[in-house]
């Protein structure tokens, strides 16, 4: 009985497939929108890690600061929520007009497959409070 290809991939191979489908799915939507912000691997890049110190601030200063148990975001928290926030700042009209955002696609994959604790969002949280990681 043949394996499942999905079965074959490592967990670093879907966390990089889920979010290239995701982001890619996101940047067809932004290119209408903001075709000038977007063109180059370069511009697209910097808006993604932006984006991802966006969501980490935001889940420190709303989630973890005052909260007796760490908060620890997985792998799929993060690249959901990053390529939202992406999706949010350029699409923004979209959503307030009822469409809803195509990461929710994207949800219980991110769940399923990337639950890994996400190693940027650890060092963060270290670098917030002082420590080194």
């Known amino acids: 009985m043949a394996a499942n290809n999905q079965d074959d991939e490592s967990y670093e191979a879907i966390t990089k497939r889920i979010e290239a489908d995701m982001l890619f799915t996101v940047l067809e939507d932004i290119r209408s929108v903001a075709p000038d912000q977007f063109d ?21 200063d709303y989630f973890h600061l005052g909260n007796p148990e760490p908060v620890v975001l997985t792998d799929g928290e993060v690249a959901w929520a990053t390529v939202t926030l992406m999706w949010m700042k350029f699409c923004g009209a979209a959503l307030l007009a009822g469409v809803p955002c195509p990461t929710d696609a994207f949800k219980e994959e991110c ?8 190693e940027a969002w650890l060092a963060y949280v270290a670098r917030r409070e002082g420590r080194m990681g």
């Open 111 to 118: 769940r399923e497959h990337m639950g890994r604790p996400d």
């Open 40 to 60: 180059t691997v370069d511009k697209v890049t910097r808006a993604y890690f932006g984006a991802r110190e966006e969501v980490f601030a935001a889940y420190y």
